[in-house]
């Protein structure tokens, strides 16, 4: 099992461009979330969802959209990314069990200039 | 409000040295709170959590609610410690599994 995936491992993107961050887990897990860490900040929560077709805003939506059409992805995507979007973006995914052990993938570098 | 403050960025201890990790909590409710850890060019995975009363890698923490903290400790810290440290919350009721994270504390070991 590869677990948790993200793709692309690192992106430079100029202010207004737009960009779709792809996270897929193969352990059919059903809930899904995206993050960002940055410095002194720790992680936050961007978006995440319960289930197949569900969305739901984390603590810093602004700025983002995701999509969950197949239970196993969970798209991220920026419609015009700024510099204040630079960050790692940490994609997670659980199961629906009562444990809430998060499996993480390996993060995305984004720089926007 | 629910957050989670680590006041430490970095802790920098001798290979050997007690390591104590600080957490501080503010949650209304019965807390659960879990320990993730990022080594150098790995993911972040889960340590342990509270509700298992569990000791990984010679880690352990104690949930005190008076003090409303979770630190982490470790009697005897070992090179391969050094690693970004994350403490945790359950956000909120439900099953949701919505986590807020603390600021996070760098732990390095000196040989």
């Known amino acids: 099992n590869a677990g948790v995936t993200q793709t692309p491992k690192f992106r430079v993107l100029k202010t207004g461009q737009s960009m779709t961050l792809l996270c897929a887990q193969d352990m059919n897990h059903e809930y899904m979330y995206w993050y960002r860490q940055d410095p002194g900040m720790g992680l936050r929560l961007i978006h995440y969802?319960?289930?197949?077709?569900?969305?739901a805003k984390g603590e810093v939506p602004d700025g983002y959209n995701v999509s969950r059409l197949k239970k196993q992805n969970f798209l991220l995507g920026l419609e015009s990314a700024a510099p204040s979007q630079t960050s790692v973006y940490f994609c997670?995914?659980?199961?629906?069990?009562?444990?809430?052990?998060?499996?993480f993938g390996p993060g995305t570098r984004l720089l926007v200039l | 409000a629910q957050r989670v403050t680590q006041p430490e960025k970095l802790l920098s201890v001798f290979k050997g040295a007690p390591v104590e990790l600080k957490c501080n909590y503010s949650?209304?409710?019965?807390?659960?709170l879990f320990w993730y850890v990022q080594y150098s060019r790995q993911r972040l995975q889960l340590l342990l959590r509270?509700?298992s009363r569990e000791s990984i890698k010679g880690f352990t923490a104690d949930l005190n609610k008076g003090e409303t903290s979770f630190h982490l400790k470790k009697p005897f810290a070992q090179e391969e410690d050094s690693a970004m440290y994350y403490c945790a919350l359950k956000s909120g009721s439900g099953n949701t599994g919505k986590l807020i994270f603390g600021q996070g504390t760098t732990l390095q070991v000196k040989p």
């Open positions: 509270h509700i």
């Open positions: 969802s319960v289930g197949e077709g569900t969305t």
């Open positions: 997670a995914s659980k199961d629906s069990g009562p444990g809430e052990t998060q499996y």
């Open positions: 949650y209304s409710g019965s807390p659960e």
